[in-house]
């Protein structure tokens, strides 16, 4: 044999032979310390998609919640609107001419209006307006000549917006130009 084969391993930085033995513990030590760590990793895996799933559990039961109670504060708000309406309706109950309860109803559509103004709803007023599709249904046109075309003449149901997004159209009836008279006239040749 040559010397070359007879040569044991040195043990890492140290300059000094390994046995086999040795080095046989010094893998196993290793091998030992990467299992504790993979253990360790595996472990916080387990634990972040545990946590991951957690979260995901309780963000659907908030969004449930949201939907679910997300009207409360307006709902909160209307409930004075319906104590007013239940009171002009029994002072209507109890007779009279009548002009109480149409003041008392004014006065609950007057509160309802700034309840939902107050809730970002705002009324479209459209008589006198320029047609606009995006914001008024025709349900009616009518000729007039003496108003300039597609105007809104007259208001069926108003319009509504929840702060710049439309709720519903206005129903409107718009003018049009009056047709001319077609002349019948003959040729002459």
Not at 29 to 57: H, I, P, S, W
Not at 73 to 90: C, Q, S, T, W
């Amino acid at each position: 044999m040559s010397p070359e084969n007879d040569k044991t391993p040195e043990s890492p930085g140290s300059g000094v032979p390994q046995s086999p033995a040795d080095e046989v513990g010094r893998l196993q030590g290793e091998l030992t310390k990467k299992e504790a760590e993979a253990k360790e990793n595996y472990d916080r895996y387990l634990r972040a998609v545990a946590d991951l799933d957690n979260f995901k559990k309780r963000s659907q039961r908030e969004r449930v919640e949201t939907l679910r109670f997300g009207q409360e504060p307006l709902i909160r708000d209307l409930l004075p609107v319906v104590d007013n309406l239940e009171r002009a309706v029994g002072h209507a109950e109890g007779g009279g001419n009548g002009k109480p309860l149409v003041e008392g109803v004014n006065l609950v559509l007057r509160s309802l209006l700034d309840l939902l103004e107050k809730h970002g709803v705002s009324r479209i007023e459209a008589r006198g307006e320029a047609f606009d599709p995006a914001r008024h249904e025709a349900v009616a046109r009518i000729e007039l000549t003496d108003q300039e075309p597609n105007r809104v003449v007259d208001q069926y149901q108003p319009g509504y917006l929840l702060h710049d997004r439309l709720l519903r159209a206005a129903q409107v009836t718009v003018s049009t130009r009056a047709a001319k008279p077609v002349e019948s006239g003959e040729d002459d040749d």
